[in-house]
């Protein structure tokens, strides 16, 4: 199909499609599931196609882009330098440069770490599900999805203390980087968070440097492997990373995961009497909203995909919430949750290949404690309102979810 003969494009700024966006997503994949957008990138939406190029070869970096408006806008935004932040951390980096940072960041972020971790979390989540007990109406996102993953990345890292609303805020700005944007004043806001929490960060490192622990933040300081040490400015950038994503994440899983069951009540009561589906339950709520809607990649030499040949320097954007509901992989029933799915855990929500998730596994036991313990202490949980997105197109989920619990 020609570009001219397409009946829909790909258009995550028409109204509503921060709050669903799965009925366009659905349209693109049954009828231009491998399209060129007008703004120069390209997007692919059915499962088999995003998770062979997660696991292909292809760059993360975005100075590989040499077409497109993307490009264009964000050079007008940060000008001449970028954030000292800026495409240092793995996340943003090919081999062998990813390869380096990844393992010398991992040396610090083990499996042993996290189980270590997950008597505190239980603690947390109790604590706030107190707390909402005793309130009884709440927006669970502000209780609980929020402070539960931001007090876990920040004890773990050992983060000294800091303004929490400034942060969220700073967060909230500096994460609409990895979606598209047309605004150009959008892009200066998302340059001037990046500024910002990088200047906190490097105050942070400072400070640790004085007050060494048995954290995370000193093992990253301290990390090295035959020699190798991160340097200044690869150590802002791999802690930028951690903290942002450490929790900027798991709020949507939590948010969006507590709203998919209050819409799903069957599913609820089936959690609810089954601990053992914990483990499914998170992995089928991943796949059903994903708390990160989108991943990228740049070709380096021509791309050949469902008969289309993307050309070198192009940005490739692939659709993880498309994938996770195609019927092709999860069936006809791919609109729902079923929490007893047995191929859930196929869904692409971690990304792929060398850059698969580092933080999966704290994402998975935050997820599984919350979502678990909640629904089995507040059998009677239902919304108390109207739900009210965050409007980002790609980290999305829910800014405020009121919900009672008598």
Known sequence: MTQTDQPVMFNPFEPGFTDNPYPHLKTLREQVPVHE??????????????TELLRAKLSVEEHNVT???IRELREAAYGDGAPRSDGLSMLDRDPPDHD???KLVTKAFTMRTIEKLEPRVVELVDQALDRMADAGRFNLVQELAFPLPFRVITEMMGMPETDEVRLRELTGTLVRSLEPVN????????????????ELTIDAINWKRQHPADDLLTALIAAEDDGDKLSEQELVSQVVLLYVAGHET?????????????????????LASRPDLDG?????????????????????????????????????????ASANRDPAVFGLDADKV????????????????VHHCLGAALARLE????????????????????????????????????????
Request: glycine share 10%.
């Open 280 to 320: 499914n339950a998170v992995e089928e709520l991943l796949r059903f909203d994903s708390p990160v809607q989108m991943s990228r990649r740049v070709t380096l030499e021509p791309y050949e995909v469902d008969g289309n040949v993307i050309a070198p320097g192009t940005a490739v954007l692939l659709s993880i």
């Open 37 to 50: 957008h007008p703004m120069g990138f390209w997007l692919l939406l059915r499962h088999a196609d995003v």
């Open 100 to 102: 380096r940072l990844r």
């Open 250 to 270: 798991t709020v949507n899983l939590i948010g969006n995961g507590t709203l998919a069951l209050l819409n799903h009540p069957d599913q609820r009561a089936l």
């Open 183 to 198: 605004d150009p004043e959008l892009l200066q806001q998302i340059a001037d968070a990046d500024r910002q929490i990088t």
């Open 67 to 69: 077409v497109g408006q």
């Open 338 to 353: 079923l929490i007893e799915r047995a191929n859930a855990r196929h869904h692409t929500s971690f990304g792929g290949g």
């Open 367 to 406: 997820g599984r404690t919350a979502l678990g313990r909640l629904v089995r202490r507040f059998p009677d949980l239902r919304l108390d309102g109207d739900v009210e997105w965050n409007g980002r197109i790609n980290l999305r989920g829910p800014e405020v979810l009121p919900v009672a619990v008598r």
